[in-house]
């Protein structure tokens, strides 16, 4: 665990993608379903607070600026991001195997 995470303004992202390949702790994935109350058509990234190291690759990738950096708490058990009572559901994203998106 790093000095930061990063978080998404979720109604600010518009499912593009373009972010997963940034991080190579595969800490970005898609959400498994739309949420009904959300106005874009198609699913958000979340991210996956138990894999994110806080390096900070992502950052810049994301075109609307959805993703943000979170200063982690010297006592990290503190983090309202490792709080989260249960991970999102996430579908799978091949990233190392044989035709998989690798690293941007
Ligand atoms: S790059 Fe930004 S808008 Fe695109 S999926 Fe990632 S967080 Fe969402
Ligand atoms: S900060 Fe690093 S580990 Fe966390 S989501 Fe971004 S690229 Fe992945």
Do not use: Y
């Amino acid at each position: 665990m790093g000095q930061s995470m990063v978080a998404i303004t979720e109604p600010d992202c518009t499912g593009c993608d373009l972010c997963i390949p940034h991080c190579p702790f595969e800490a970005l994935l898609p959400l498994a379903s739309n949420p009904d109350s959300r106005t874009h058509k198609k699913r958000p990234i979340v991210v996956v607070a138990s894999q994110c190291v806080g390096c900070l690759s992502c950052i810049g990738s994301c075109p609307t600026g959805a993703l943000f950096e979170v200063k982690v708490p010297f006592d990290a058990s503190q983090s309202t991001l490792l709080l989260m009572p249960q991970p999102p559901e996430t579908e799978p994203v091949n990233r190392w195997k044989k035709g998989g998106i690798g690293w941007a």
